[in-house]
């Protein structure tokens, strides 16, 4: 059982999929930082979880900029954590031109890596013993993806970081194309983290989550547009029987089960698919591509840090 006064920090939980597992974690009795850029968006969802009776705080901080949320960790809600959920994320369509983050990182990988490598790095030896780490990743990340692969979106492709880290340093692609490719690879990474916050911290259970397809998130006005009507006209009708699409509140209630459910307990690292433990890729396996990254993403935070002192 979760400790009664321990919290889940929720990133991005101000809408899509980390908005409905902030509201059912609160509405479970569980106290929930919410995760936002902006103070009256946050300030809602605290609202409805305090009128279901749970209790929520706001965390404001903008993941496109790491200097701003390395400041707001400095006022973070003093709590004993029982874990966190690592759900922000962004598809920048335009990476080359208008996708750069604060500090002139392609904005995909800022929000999407970096900002969770900070939050990582602060926060991780917060949390108590038997806590739990859910981060969002997505099917997209792994190339056999049937659902992926029908809406156009690449597979990822690994790079050197400097690559992912710099869009005006990847050969010329289409904007949108390259857009999706660096979300998908972004998704990758964000299973290399998982894995190896798991081998720094053994005595926490994290879990990579794959929610599927959601119809009924943001991401979706991110696809491309002659795929978007069908998914706005049909999406909550379809869901239930086209395979790698689920609607938020169901991916929500699996998040309330990761959190709580004795189940999961012991399981150490996992990929979580449709409410199981798969397999990810083969790629997502790879120790030595995911030692890279940690370092890497690390280092990129560490000197960012240093050199606003």
């Known amino acids: 059982m979760i400790n009664s006064n ?27 930082i ?14 409805q ?3 279901a009776g749970g209790t929520a705080l706001p965390f404001i901080a903008d993941f496109n900029d ?11 809600p ?16 335009q990476p080359k031109t208008l996708g750069q983050s604060a500090q002139g990182y392609d904005m995909t990988f800022a929000v999407n890596v970096l900002a969770h490598q900070l939050i990582f790095m602060k926060l991780a030896d917060k949390i108590l013993e038997n806590g739990r780490i859910v981060v969002v990743t997505s099917g997209v990340h792994d190339p056999r993806n049937q659902l992926s692969r029908f809406a156009r979106v690449p597979g990822p492709q690994w790079v050197d970081i400097e690559q992912l880290a710099h869009a005006d340093k990847t050969p010329p692609e289409s904007g949108l194309s390259n857009g999706f490719l660096r979300y998908s690879t972004s998704k990758l990474l964000n299973i290399f983290q998982a894995r190896i916050l798991q081998e720094q911290l053994s005595h926490l259970d994290v879990f990579a989550l794959n929610p599927g397809f959601m119809a009924d ?3 979706v006005h991110e696809v ?5 009507p069908l998914l706005k006209t049909l999406g909550q009708i379809v869901t239930p029987f086209v395979k790698n699409m689920r609607l938020s509140s169901t991916t929500a209630e699996d998040v309330r089960s990761l959190f709580e459910d004795s189940k999961w307990k012991n399981k150490g690292f996992a990929y979580i698919d449709e ?8 790629t997502a396996l790879r120790d030595d591509l995911a030692a890279e990254l940690w370092e890497s993403a690390s280092e990129i935070v560490k000197i960012q840090l240093v050199s606003k002192k």
Request: no cysteine.
């Open 6 to 32: 321990a919290a889940i920090l929720i990133t991005g939980a101000t809408s899509g999929l980390g908005r409905k597992s902030a509201l059912t974690l609160g509405a479970a009795g569980r106290t929930v």
């Open 224 to 228: 491309p547009f002659f795929f978007r």
């Open 217 to 219: 998130t943001n991401l």
């Open 34 to 47: 919410v995760h936002g850029r902006r103070h009256e968006a946050v300030d809602n969802v605290v609202h």
């Open 78 to 93: 003093n709590l004993p954590l029982h874990g966190m959920m690592a759900n922000a994320g962004v598809i920048s369509r």
């Open 275 to 282: 409410g199981k433990i798969k397999s990810p890729s083969s």
């Open 49 to 51: 979880i305090s009128q």
């Open 66 to 76: 790491l200097e701003e949320l390395n400041n707001a960790l400095q006022g973070f």
